[in-house]
């Protein structure tokens, strides 16, 4: 259940960051504004030239609607409304009331858009209209003229809102709104062309695929991927310390290794297989076989868990007792996130092993922090593919994905206190489709690594 990833690139360039903000109020205008009082003059043409008409384009979704303006006269751009329904807008022609009609306007769509139009209008003979001021290739044209708009002090976005038929620019809630136009003003945009609208900064937010130090449990990890070149990435399960023994460890899945059982000195990086990134070496992992002559299937290996120790490499990297917390989790899939207000869980004690029907908590670099019920404990699993097969394990009806190996498994006893479980491995669907994930719990852990402390 690793990701392997092929090429030389840092990890966070896979980053996905959830990012939410609230809009405060709307600078809404009537179908035909007044200019504000006491707005200055301004000194270039407001009036789109024909190449600047030819020039408006963009990129993705405005791309295509901007191209489209231009095959099909009057269009501008497509939305869901409020109600559901896919609503097309169109600029009626010169001394005409309307534009062309749904159904003549959806032949037209289907014929000409790419294909995210076409899955969009799916078999429908008619579309909804809607008679609109500017056509996107206008809206466009207006928006390339503000180039210079960030130098603005609290100018958060810049965009094309395709409902309200106007060039959208997004400020922050301590803005003054009178710069923003005066800047329309000297790029030559009329003022109705514009809605303003007031929103938080978008700042940039910590997530579970990102550079981290020190580093908590639940964070990725890469490792060398040596036949392609590549890397593979996981999941570091938790941080963890052996008495008699110095440094600093961390416990991650068997199979996040160069090979799954046995020592090979896998060397571990975060976030990138970057000489300046590595964090931790292969220290301990058991290999496969029949541990305490428990393993009774005929050809196969067998093993308690799927876990290794990893040493650090630097005693400042482990951020021991804890594991990341995210703004919010799932059954199926949680938030990558870091929790501003509350980033670590902390671990106070340990579990063994789950009890049925518990409710058990993973966070994972792919999926986030997921959580559901203990729906089988102690199970033998087979390793799909492969003559492994992991004794005693736990299933949890819960979502995990590629990548999530090795993610740390809890149970919550408290606020932002909870107890170590164990870690995931592996990961599929039950009778119904529903999603389920494998851990390994953490007393066969500590047979097999030894006597771990973990807070």
Not at 303 to 317: E, G, I, P, V, W
Not at 420 to 439: D, Q, R
């Amino acid at each position: 259940m690793r990701t392997h990833i092929v090429g030389r690139f840092r990890a966070n360039a896979l980053l996905l960051v959830a990012t939410t903000f609230a809009v405060a109020c709307t600078d809404s205008q009537s179908p035909t504004p007044q200019s504000p009082a006491g707005m200055e003059p301004s000194t270039p043409s407001t009036a789109l030239t024909a190449s600047e008409l030819q020039a408006a384009g963009g990129r993705g979704l405005d791309a295509e609607f901007t191209r489209l303006s231009r095959v099909i006269p009057g269009f501008a751009g497509m939305y869901y409304d409020r109600t559901g329904k896919l609503t097309v807008n169109m600029k009626p022609p010169a001394g005409r009331v309307s534009a062309l009609r749904g159904t003549d306007l959806a032949g037209r769509l289907r014929t000409a858009g790419n294909a995210a139009v076409q899955q969009r209008l799916g078999n429908a003979s008619t579309v909804v209209t809607k008679a609109v001021q500017y056509d996107f290739a206008e809206l466009q044209a207006y928006r390339n003229r503000l180039s210079k708009i960030f130098t603005v002090r609290g100018v958060v976005s810049v965009g094309t809102d395709e409902e309200a038929n106007r060039v959208r620019i997004g400020i922050e809630r301590s803005a003054n709104q009178q710069e923003v136009v005066r800047a329309l003003a000297r790029a030559g945009v009329p003022r109705e062309v514009v809605t303003i609208t007031r929103m938080s900064a978008i700042k940039d937010l910590k997530s579970l695929q990102e550079r981290t130090r020190p580093i908590p449990g639940g964070f990725q990890i890469a490792f060398p991927a040596p036949d392609s070149g590549g890397f593979f990435v996981c999941t570091l399960g938790f941080n963890a310390r052996l008495p008699g023994r110095g440094g600093e460890f961390f416990v991650t899945n068997s199979h996040c290794s160069d090979e799954a059982g046995g020592d090979q000195d896998t060397r571990y990086f975060q976030d990138a297989p970057d000489p300046e990134d590595r964090i931790a070496v292969e220290q301990k992992d058991p290999r496969f076989g029949n541990p305490g002559d428990l393993c009774i299937y005929e050809g196969f290996r067998c093993r308690l868990s799927d876990a290794l120790l990893a040493k650090y490499t630097s005693n400042t990297f482990e951020d021991f007792g804890t594991i990341a917390r995210t703004t919010f989790g799932g059954q199926r899939i949680g938030s990558l996130r870091i929790n501003p207000d509350h980033p670590r869980w902390e671990i106070v004690t340990e579990f063994g092993f789950p009890f049925l029907g518990e409710t058990a908590h993973k966070v994972g670099r792919t999926t986030g922090w997921t959580q559901g019920p203990v729906v089988e404990t102690c199970v033998d699993l087979n390793s799909s593919g492969t003559d492994r097969v992991l004794l005693c394990q736990d299933i949890v009806l819960a979502g995990a994905g590629a990548g999530d190996s090795g993610s740390p498994v809890f149970e919550r006893v408290g606020p932002s206190e909870v107890a170590l479980t164990g870690i995931m491995w592996g990961f599929g669907t039950g009778a119904f489709g529903e999603p389920l994930y494998a851990f390994s719990a953490f007393e066969n852990i500590s047979l097999e690594l030894g006597a771990l402390t973990t807070f």
